[in-house]
């Protein structure tokens, strides 16, 4: 009795522990037999799922993997793939036949299949990636600066001439646009304006709002950033949560806070070759095996940076803007209700990470800067700071109405005097006075 007592508490505890284990060890994915494949590729639909697309020489396979870890196929055809790319929740997949190209784009979230056939086509694929439209944009190696634009009929709607050589072409999450990557900068196709700082290097992975590149930084694109570098670590492989990053380094997984410090760690026993985020979960792949990670399996650790992972990157300090007028220390806008993010993405700063001081001398991050306010660039030791002149806004918060009216009637019967960012901002004429031509000019706008 007594026995039996024990051997069913031994057997009660055996069960509690293998509940345990398998509650605390990483959900284990391994998609079909990977005999015959010879690529695989991992994305995510930013909405917590994990698509693997496997190649072959005759076929493709796509496989779906839900955020708990359920495995199904998707999508399959017999075709072999020549291009494959993903931005913005779109997978997309160029392959050619009978002297055409053919694309075939898959929502991410919907698993919606569009088919495009690209008539006049020659070369191979060298980049492509559908907006929200479903438009294609498309560039080919024979003529690797020109990308053209189809809708879903495979008609032609543009053409866009860049300066250089196209590397690739990705869309933005939130608003769709097109961005062509060029060995001289990033290009916004909407808006012809090139963004020259900050610019990925190697592969990129997308994870449905965010992109990681190879050397261990982190972008995003949307309708109000444009193009931007959330985060640049010193290891090869991160992804984005939406809350912290995660980098792999050998068989360890490192969680970041956004200040680059270590926040815990998980060792996976395994060499990873990738870590991948879509919405909120994180998971990594080892070989050809995609594993989710358990985030409450991660041991506390704090500490500074792993300097072993280091990635190399080369510093550009150099600073120049196509949207405002650099001149000496001050940065001068004549588009009144400029943000952070305005001013920042329209500056290419090289290497140079970017903060801002408001007119009343507060850090900011956000929100529309004014006359007075300042943008330090700022890189290890080396730190440069640019007064911003807003034409028209002498008060300093970034706008132009009667108070800066008031103002520059203040400065021309000397009740007040301006400072030089004040004095520039109230020469709406540019003639290095302040006179009531001024006062007029402004009186009118405003
Ligand atoms: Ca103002
Ligand atoms: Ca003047």
Partial sequence: MVKAKARSAVSFFLALLMIFLFICSPVHIKVHSTDGYTKSYYFADGNGSFRILRCSSQLYKLYSVSSRGETTVSASESIPPQLVSASAGKMIIVYSSRANTNVIAYDLNSSRKTVYLLPGTKGDPAAVCADQNDCIYFTDSSSSDVIIKYDTRG???????????????????????????????????????????NLPQGELTFNGNYFSDSCGSVYQLDDQNGFCCLFRSSYPDICFDGENYYAASGSRIIRLSVNDDIISEFDTGTVIDHIIASGSNVAYVCGDELYLLDKGSMRSRSGNNDPSASCVRQSDHNINSRSFTILGEMIISDKPGTTFAGFKNGISHGTYSVSAVDHNGSNVSSGILGTGARLIFSEGNDSRSFTIVVKGDVTGEGNSNSRDCKLIADYILDISRPGAAEKTAADINNDGNITLYDFYSLYRQS
Avoid: P
């Avoid at 032609?156 to 050589?165: A, G, K, M, P, V």
């Avoid at 769709?176 to 090139?194: E, M, S």
């Fill in 155 to 197: 008609r032609e709607l543009c053409r866009y001439h860049s300066d250089s050589r196209v590397d690739k072409l990705i869309s933005a999450a939130g608003s769709g646009k097109a961005y062509a990557l060029t060995d001289q900068g990033i290009l916004d196709l909407d808006n012809n304006v090139i963004y020259t700082g």
